[in-house]
């Protein structure tokens, strides 16, 4: 209950424990964390609007760098799209 | 004293996207609100007391004309703490604002008298807080219904009473805050030193001139957009419809882009000083 209060520090023998747990505790308390930030990630919440932001953002320089691949290189307009798949095709075929 | 002259007019304002929805001031912390950040100074050191006991300070890491990074880093991070931080924050930060405000007190030479724990000068720098992050969310956001504009207003209580001011020093409903409003502003007046203090700070005379340049044009149009008819007069700058309207329209076109950001754009930096804030207290690092 203590903990869920969030007074852990108050209680002495607890302390104690805290201060310098085992290695198998650590590891728990670690994943324990870890899932914690992991189900915060998952529960984030985004309207439609910060969606197609956050898309515009990323595909911004994604489709700039595309641009300029397609001016160093045979230009087609899909090349500023799929400019990632013909850099893997260009290195293989090197 | 009309709330026509304390307060900023806008008439053309971003329509209200979610009018049932819940609010508190921690969705005012985007980042554009820190562009009504020099315009809040003024506010803030309008009253001769503030003002006095700002220019005449002893503390030199805590001057903005000396170190105007820093003081930018714990203003924000003050903001930060106050309105998204926890209590333990709230409580680490006053400990350490608490010890460069007790240097801060008039001598026989001052002006006028000030102590840096006079609550209720701390109520007015609250205060002033509280009207900049309104004015700003409502201009990214759209104006509140009168149950939003009370949730707003009692969320933002932390602005004052993370330091001395108490609960009960704050008027108890948004439309009390607004009599107290009016009536505190009859107390602005900026003297000539002041004036000039202020006058480099909107010059940004403390940052490389190179850099300051460009960005003087812009600073000095939205201090002057996020002060009202009383500040502006008593800093004898000028005003007009056509710059109204411009600033208006600037700001229907900011809160449209800021519609599409996402939190971590918009707030990302307060959490990263909330962090910082964090970090600086586990590492026994100074805070202020």
């Not at chain 1, 994604?62 to 893997?88: D, E, K, M, R």
């Not at chain 2, 700002?54 to 930018?72: C, F, I, M």
């Not at chain 2, 009859?186 to 300051?212: C, F, H, K, S």
Request: proline residues 4%; positive net charge; contains cysteine.
């Amino acid at each position: 209950m203590l903990h869920h209060l969030g007074v852990r520090g108050q209680c002495p023998v607890d302390a104690q424990v805290s201060a310098n747990p085992p290695l198998a505790a650590r590891i728990a308390i670690n994943i324990i964390r870890m899932l914690s930030g992991l189900r915060s990630v998952l529960r984030f919440e985004m309207t439609i609007a910060e969606w197609i932001g956050t898309a515009v953002m990323l595909a911004a320089p994604y489709l700039v760098i595309g641009f300029f691949w397609s001016l160093t290189h045979n230009w087609h307009l899909g090349s500023i799209v799929l400019w990632p798949v013909l850099l893997v095709s260009a290195v293989c075929a090197a | 004293m009309t709330l026509a002259d304390s307060r900023i007019a806008i008439r053309r304002c971003t329509a209200r996207w979610d009018p049932d929805a819940q609010v508190t001031a921690a969705e005012a912390m985007d980042f554009w609100a820190f562009a009504a950040g020099a315009a809040n100074v003024v506010m803030q050191l309008s009253w001769p007391q503030v003002g006095y006991g700002v220019v005449e300070s002893t503390v030199d890491s805590g001057n903005l004309l000396k170190h105007p990074w820093k003081r930018a880093r714990t203003t924000f991070q003050y903001l930060a703490v106050a309105v998204l931080g926890r209590a333990e924050d709230r409580h680490e930060f006053r400990d350490a604002v608490n010890g460069s405000h007790r240097h801060v007190k008039s001598t026989a030479d001052s002006p006028v008298r000030y102590n840096a724990f006079d609550k209720e000068l701390q109520m007015w720098v609250a205060a002033c807080l509280f009207v900049g992050l309104e004015d700003t969310y409502q201009l990214l956001r759209g104006e509140m219904t009168p149950e939003q504009s009370e949730q707003f207003y009692r969320s933002a209580w932390t602005l004052g009473t993370t330091l001395q001011v108490t609960e009960d020093q704050w008027p108890p409903t948004r439309a009390d805050f607004d009599d107290y409003w009016a009536q505190a502003c009859q107390r602005v007046e900026i003297g000539e030193e002041v004036r000039r203090y202020l006058g480099d700070l909107l010059d940004l005379r403390m940052v490389n001139p190179v850099l300051a340049l460009p960005f003087r044009p812009l600073l000095r149009f939205l201090t002057v957009g996020f002060l009202a008819p009383v500040f502006r007069d008593a800093m004898g700058v000028r005003w007009n419809g056509f710059r109204q309207r411009q600033f208006e329209r600037l700001f229907l076109l900011v809160a449209f882009v800021n519609r599409f950001l996402p939190v971590f754009i918009r707030q990302g930096s307060s959490y990263i000083l909330l962090a910082d804030v964090r970090r600086r207290v586990r590492t026994h690092r100074a805070l202020v």
